[in-house]
């Protein structure tokens, strides 16, 4: 998987996208699925910090940061909290992961997209961050391989 800083003009529904969290010791991503009209599904973890008490939903996807949690579907500008965006390139290549060669071989766009509605309803198991990740989500979608790079030292 390979990175590309971008624009949302630029990507299609099913989209694996991604963008830095900002104020961590060390370069994390935050990753999910767009899925067209400005909208995108991902996996959270759960409220680390007090949110602001004072803090309403969002005017245009009705998000609110301090409790909605899991698998959600937001908008581009709730995912991005002001960082940049990028999106993943996949490439078909074999990797070898817990002893067994798999394929990664990228799904055709709607089918993308129709796995994170699916997820959206049916939840993504028990958020952890080093074992069922937002990475882990978007990996899953995409190609059908639940892995996260930066928890098994991948690069992007």
């Not at 609110?64 to 709730?78: A, F, I, S």
């Not at 067994?100 to 939840?123: C, D, F, S």
Request: charged letters at 20%.
């Amino acid at each position: 998987m390979g990175q590309q800083q971008t624009k949302p003009e630029e990507f299609v529904p099913g989209a694996h996208i991604y963008r830095l969290i900002p104020n961590t010791p060390i370069n994390c991503y935050h990753h999910g699925i767009y899925i067209g009209d400005n909208m995108v599904i991902h996996f959270l973890g759960p409220v680390k910090k007090v949110i602001d008490p004072d803090h309403s939903e969002c005017q245009k996807c009705g998000h609110r940061p301090d409790t909605n949690r899991g698998v959600v579907k937001t908008c581009l500008d709730c995912f991005l909290v002001g960082q940049r965006l990028f999106i993943a390139q996949y490439i078909w290549r074999s990797l070898i992961f817990r002893r067994k060669r798999r394929l990664i071989r990228p799904k055709q766009p709607h089918e993308v997209v129709t796995k994170a509605n699916e997820l959206l309803k049916t939840g993504f198991g028990t958020y952890s961050l080093v074992g069922n990740n937002c990475e882990n989500f978007a990996s899953f979608c995409k190609c059908g391989f639940s892995i996260s790079g930066q928890v098994v030292g991948g690069s992007y």
